[in-house]
Nanobody, 116 residues
């Protein structure tokens, strides 16, 4: 499985960005898709997840500002980010999770920088 993330960049606070992640595999073959954020010098943590049936969860820090979605006909997942804050800066990773063997597949990451 290969995941290719894109859409990062440098923006000012208050702006919006949409990240995309294209999967080489059928994303419906996995239990969930998710986006993770790794701030500079910190550990990676999950900001948004969508389970196969469409149920979504968000980290408190992004709820109401970020939206995860997917296009399973094209095997692409998205993260719409609005009202960006400097604290949102860092590398964003997309992932696919397969429950039957507890395997997570990762994209290469895309950098987001939000200036104040």
């Amino acid at each position: 499985v290969q995941l290719q993330a894109s859409g990062g960049g440098t923006v000012q606070a208050g702006a919006s960005l949409t990240l995309s992640c294209t999967s080489s595999a059928n994303i419906l073959a996995f239990n969930s898709v998710a986006w993770y954020h790794q701030p500079p010098g910190e550990q990676r943590y999950r900001v948004a997840r969508m389970q196969n049936e469409g149920y979504t969860t968000y980290a408190n820090s992004v709820r109401g500002r970020f939206t995860i979605s997917r296009d399973f006909t094209r095997n692409i997942m998205y993260l719409q980010m609005r009202t960006l804050e400097p604290e949102d800066s860092g590398v964003y990773y997309c992932s696919l999770y397969r429950a039957r063997d507890s395997t997570t597949f990762w994209g290469q990451g895309t950098q987001v920088t939000v200036s104040s």
